[in-house]
């Protein structure tokens, strides 16, 4: 058992700050000698669960770590998936995060995630905003049938608070973009935020959305990317697990 408590001490050493190990480096660290930490890392190579990079380089994280990962990461229900994602995307951005869904062509909000520097226009679980006022309830809309988004939107379309004012056409020109590129932006210039929003069907009949809001002058171009990055990877993962056919083999979405 010692050797294997050994190989698991040795695993434990890889994370994001040290991705790869070396054997003088582990076996200082360990209290053990190199020559044990040579043997261990051997074994866990012909097992998988590490891979050497070159002679010098050390050894990384193998695919049977990674094999395993995706097991337990499955376990995890899809909203708990999307939860945790955007758990890491408020600590990584200065935004806050929402989760929600559609009733008819309004959105409920289901869940706010607060980051370290939230928005001031703040939403809280259990509101009810009209869709097209939102970048998560575009995503949201872009997914109904044409049909239904002629029959449910208004001719014109009108939101004060909301600095929206459109036709029905321009509307439904504005969903049949959000469909071809995978991601839902919107912009209020008065209160100074934008949001960029995606959606995925977890089952049928069951759609659920999710979008990062931020503050306009915080949204350089590289931030907008890498934002549009996070979302739509999440929406892909959660897709591809639920059998989304919108997500299951999408390519990364168009920027423009």
């Not at 229900?77 to 200065?94: C, H, I, K, T």
């Not at 999440?234 to 639920?242: H, M, Q």
Request: positive net charge; hydrophobic residues 45%; aromatic residues 4%.
């Amino acid at each position: 058992m010692s050797s294997l408590d050994n190989a698991l001490r040795l695993l434990s050493l890889l994370d994001r700050e040290q991705p790869r190990l070396r054997v003088t480096d582990a076996a200082a660290e360990l209290g053990l000698p190199k020559s044990s930490v040579s043997r261990l890392l051997s074994t866990l190579e012909r097992a998988g669960l590490v891979e050497r990079e070159g002679e010098r380089r050390g050894f990384c994280a193998g695919p049977e770590l990674f094999r395993l990962g995706s097991l337990f990461r499955t376990r995890l229900p899809p909203e708990e998936r999307v939860d945790e994602a955007l758990r890491g995307m408020v600590a990584r951005f200065p935004a806050t995060g929402y989760v929600g869904v559609l009733h008819g062509t309004d959105l409920v909000i289901l869940r706010l995630h607060e980051g370290f520097h939230p928005v001031r226009f703040i939403q809280q679980p259990g509101s009810v905003i009209p869709a097209y006022g939102t970048a998560v309830g575009r995503a949201l809309l872009a997914r109904l049938p044409a049909a239904t988004l002629r029959t449910a939107l208004p001719p014109h379309i009108s939101l004060p608070p909301r600095a929206v004012d459109m036709s029905r056409a321009t509307m439904l020109a504005e969903l049949s973009r959000v469909t071809a590129r995978g991601f839902a932006e919107y912009e209020h210039p008065g209160l100074g935020i934008a949001a960029i929003g995606v959606a995925v069907r977890l089952a049928p009949a069951r759609e659920l959305g999710f979008a990062l809001c931020i503050g306009r002058e915080a949204m350089t171009r590289a931030m907008r990317a890498e934002i549009i990055a996070a979302l739509t990877g999440t929406a892909r993962d959660v897709g591809g697990l639920c059998g989304d056919p919108a997500w299951m083999g999408a390519s990364p979405p168009r920027r423009d």
